[in-house]
């Protein structure tokens, strides 16, 4: 689903699992760059990860934020000024971080860019037999536990 989108900025769709678990934590996000197939795209993954924010940062942005922000400064409601800048700077880090990957991803030229090739299972459909015995065992167990 997000191939085309991270082909634009260079890296490879399969990428977005890395990225996304590198909000959580860098370390096991880079550990997962593992499954990416071409050195290249696992390289330019590795480089960007650290500049996503993690979990890890969080009370120190809250540190800052709270000592630079008055706590009773709203902005839109019930929004405060610094819920505002702890998004902004979540926002500014995922900017920052897909801008470095397209700097990145237009230096490191070296390696040919794997093409995002997904196996997925034969699907059938099911047999009439089969959905309808599925049908009679879910509502069997429904009207047991709804008598109960």
């Known amino acids: ?3 085309r989108l991270m082909r634009a900025i260079g890296l490879q769709g399969k990428a977005v699992v890395p990225l996304v678990s590198g909000f959580a934590c860098a370390i096991p996000a880079v550990m997962a ?3 990416l197939e071409s050195p290249r795209d696992r390289l330019l993954t590795m480089m960007v990860i650290p500049l996503i924010s993690c979990s890890a940062r969080l009370p120190v942005y809250t540190l800052l934020i709270g000592t630079l922000f ?3 400064q709203r902005v839109l409601g019930p929004i405060g000024l610094g819920m505002l800048m702890m998004l902004a700077i979540y926002l500014l880090s995922l900017v920052l971080a897909m801008g470095a990957a397209a700097v990145f991803g237009r230096v490191l030229r070296k390696g040919a860019r794997a093409p995002l090739l997904i196996e997925l299972p034969p699907y059938r459909w099911p047999s009439a037999r089969t959905v309808a015995l599925v049908l009679l065992h879910k509502s069997r167990i429904f009207l047991r536990t709804a008598v109960q």
């Open 33 to 35: 760059t593992r499954t």
């Open 70 to 72: 008055p706590a009773e």
């Open 1 to 3: 689903m997000m191939d």
